[in-house]
């Protein structure tokens, strides 16, 4: 009996032992499962995200638009100071004619400015005594080829009748020294290049067909002393910006060769510095990506910086002399990146937002002053906030943490202040989207030309886009300004060349010698 009892015992602590071990596998077995459906559901995110960008929408408008009668997140009172006040006017009844319209014409009038070549066309039997009573006229859009043409400089010699020397008018000094390009030329090539996103070789290719044979080593030499000629101009751009006291910053990534790197592209990273209140923008190259290379751009500068979510601009956050703004499109864009993952909240997220750009829609429709977007955004915005971020801690709380939508809760939530920044002064943006657009062209060109010769040839492309850009953000013609700025800028003081920035540019109104 004694002898079945120790039996028993020993049975039973190697059961529960075996329990035990059982127990513990399958606590180790459920974590595994868990990591792994967190790494299938990642994975699954990041497969959805690469499909949308190859095959889906790139919009980013919300899935769920509000209807027609849905009403206005904002009191009447509150919006009383945007909306204007109607006022009625009476006009005289009519009746409408039906008019037939030519499914092969233009829907909109041709610009007046362009030169008219007049065609007139007989009927070929007019009858006898017959009386011209008035005209049928037609407009059509035609083009001339761009012409290649020679411009030979003849000067006249002439010998003094003291037969003491020669005398011949001076040759006109070009930009570039000794350059057979003329600047019209050397113009086009820029505009093809940088804004049309048309590579030197497809250029070359343009220019064989009518008739004329240019070496690629030719062109990139023109573009380059191009670029040298203007590196004084983009320096004094990059000081005006970096006095702004608003500035918006963001990087992209460029493809250029590298003679250390064999088999691939070295990537670098391309900067843009967008100086709201000076109407300029500057790109700025660098073969990296590290936080040292912003810190030494925005050295001194003070005002207000506003930038995503990138970890190189957290240096700036104790820094007295620079106030963070956050991008709400970048808080946005998280969530519409989490709706596979959680649709509810996802669309709630989003719908709050969409209330905040619809206010600064209706203030950019109506041309509310600065001041006046400040106490409305104080009103209205600063409460909608409030509740948003209220919100967004109470779910936090009930989602995983690392799952994507607890990724944009915490997006979001950790930059909280600084999204609520804008709402402080009435010039501040919501987003950094003005910045964005900036790297759009950018974005097409290297698609175009693939990648980047060098290093010096990606600051050269920098430096060109800079110019083309602040041009745009100041409705100037591109074109025009390159043309004049290449006649002028040799015989410009240094003290006076602010004056040739596209923000103060005024072109001389006389006919410019193309040389």
Request: with cysteine; hydrophobic share 35%.
């Amino acid at each position: 009996m004694k002898e079945l009892e120790i039996l028993l015992t020993t049975e039973n602590k190697a059961l529960k032992d075996a329990i035990e071990k059982f127990e513990a596998k399958i606590d180790q077995l459920s974590k595994l499962v868990i990591e792994q459906n967190l790494i299938i559901t990642k994975q699954q995110h990041r497969i959805e995200q690469l499909t949308r960008q190859l095959f889906g929408i790139k919009s980013e408008k919300l899935p769920v638009q509000p209807t027609l009668f849905e009403p206005l997140p904002f009191t009447q009172q509150e919006l009383a100071p945007i909306v204007p006040e109607a006022t009625t006017k009476t006009v005289a009844s009519h009746q409408r004619r039906e008019i037939k319209k030519d499914p092969t014409s233009l829907r909109y009038d041709l610009p007046e400015h362009l030169r008219r070549e007049e065609v007139v066309i007989e009927p070929t039997d007019i009858p006898e005594g017959a009386e011209r009573i008035g005209e049928e006229v037609s407009e059509k859009l035609e083009i001339k080829k761009a012409e290649i043409y020679v411009r030979r400089i003849i000067r006249p010699k002439y010998a003094k009748a003291d037969k003491s020397g020669v005398v011949v008018a001076d040759l006109p000094e070009g930009p570039i020294y000794r350059c057979m390009a003329g600047v019209s030329l050397l113009v086009q090539i820029l505009i093809d290049k940088y804004l049309d996103h048309l590579p030197l070789n497809r250029q070359i290719e343009r220019f064989a067909r009518q008739g004329v044979k240019m070496k690629d080593s030719t062109l990139c030499d023109w573009v380059s002393a191009v670029a040298k000629l203007l590196e004084i101009l983009y320096k004094e751009m990059t000081r005006e910006v970096l006095s702004s006291n608003y500035i918006g910053a963001d990087e992209t990534t460029v493809k250029v060769l590298d003679p250390k790197i064999k088999g691939k592209c070295h990537k670098g990273y391309m900067w843009v510095y967008l100086a709201h209140d000076k109407n300029l923008v500057i790109f700025d190259y660098d073969p990296t990506r590290k936080k040292g290379v912003v810190g030494e751009k925005l050295k001194g500068f003070i005002g207000y910086l506003q930038s995503d979510g990138y970890a190189g601009y957290e240096q700036f956050s104790t820094n007295e002399s620079i106030v963070r703004l956050a991008c709400m499109a970048h808080a946005r864009r998280k969530f519409d990146e989490a709706l596979s993952n959680d649709r509810k909240r996802s669309l709630h997220a989003l719908a709050m937002m969409q209330r905040l750009y619809r206010l600064e829609h209706l203030m950019r429709l109506f041309n509310i002053d600065n001041e006046g977007k400040n106490k409305l955004r104080q009103r209205i915005a600063v409460p909608l906030l409030n509740k948003m971020f209220d919100w967004m801690q109470d779910e936090f709380l009930k989602v995983t943490p690392t799952s994507t939508i607890g990724a944009a809760f915490n997006y979001a939530l950790n930059r909280k202040e600084e999204l609520m920044e804008y709402t402080k002064q009435g010039h501040l943006q919501i987003d950094n989207n003005l910045v964005e657009n900036k790297i759009r062209p950018l974005a097409i060109g290297r698609k175009n030309y693939l990648f980047m010769g060098s290093h010096d040839s990606a600051q050269r492309t920098a430096m060109i886009y800079s110019f083309f850009q602040s041009c745009r953000l100041n409705n100037i013609n591109p074109e025009e300004w390159l043309e004049d700025i290449l006649m002028r800028i040799n015989d410009t003081k240094q003290s006076e060349l602010h004056t040739l920035l596209p923000n103060h540019w005024e072109k001389i109104d006389q006919k410019i010698c193309r040389k």
